[in-house]
């Protein structure tokens, strides 16, 4: 199985600030799938991003984009203008359904 | 709008008790997981389903077992709850196929208190 680590268990930002999530992976295939996940306090996981390993693009959505580094196997997000709203649990995950330990996400106004 | 639903959002039980939780889903999808999630430890992957009848172990499936009728429902069975099972459980599908690259939809969880 695919493994995931996240080393930040904690992360502050400031509203309308950037900040940068980590996560390294651990995988054997050569074609995979790398996701980022968000959970609201007391709401359902969502889906935030999803990464394709062969596209050499970074996957963008809105304020959310990646920075995917196949060769050292790190998948990190990165959230721009940061807003109250994105203050959750935040998850790395893989293509066969490995979470890693997660971030938390404080913003501050 | 309702698409992953677990039947119960907290549960209080007891050591020995045997428990169900229940999930359903209504988009026909084929494949459906369950997770436990505790603090700093994330998600992890208990059991798996990617059709009726057939289950696959996750990386945790000790103290556990599941049961998968219909397409749509997947339960959790905790055969004789022990307070080490006290967690939030967290129910998912997926359609089939896509190598990888399906997007789970989760449901609200179930909150377990085994005392």
């Known amino acids: 199985a695919q493994t995931v680590t996240q080393s930040q268990p904690e992360m502050s930002v400031q509203e309308a600030e950037t900040v940068t999530l980590s996560c390294t992976y651990d995988?054997?295939?050569?074609?995979?799938?790398l996701f980022w996940y968000k959970q609201p306090p007391s709401r359902q996981m969502i889906l935030v991003i999803r990464?394709?390993?062969?596209?050499?693009q970074n996957a963008t959505e809105n304020r959310f984009s990646v920075n995917f580094q196949k060769a050292a196997k790190s998948f990190s997000l990165k959230i721009s203008d940061s807003q109250l709203g994105d203050a959750a649990m935040y998850f790395c995950?893989?293509?066969?359904?490995?979470f890693g330990a997660g971030t938390r996400l404080t913003v501050k106004p | 709008d309702v698409k992953v639903t677990q039947s119960s959002r907290y549960l209080v039980k007891r050591t020995g008790e045997k428990v169900f939780l229940e999930c359903v889903q209504d988009?026909?999808?084929?494949?459906m997981f369950w997770y436990r999630q505790d603090p700093g430890l994330g998600l992890r992957l208990i059991y798996f389903?990617?059709?009726?009848?057939?289950?696959e172990k996750g990386d945790i499936p000790e103290g556990y077992s599941v049961s998968r009728e219909k397409k749509e429902r997947f339960s959790l069975i905790l055969e004789s709850a022990s307070t080490n099972q006290t967690s939030m459980y967290l129910c998912?599908?997926?359609?089939?196929?896509?190598?990888?690259?399906?997007?789970?939809?989760f449901g609200a969880g179930s909150r377990l208190t085994v005392l």
């Open positions: 988009m026909d999808h084929e494949n």
């Open positions: 998912a599908s997926s359609p089939l196929g896509g190598r990888g690259a399906n997007v789970l939809t």
């Open positions: 990464q394709e390993a062969y596209k050499q």
């Open positions: 389903s990617y059709d009726v009848k057939m289950k």
């Open positions: 995988t054997s295939e050569s074609d995979y799938y």
């Open positions: 995950a893989t293509g066969d359904m490995r």
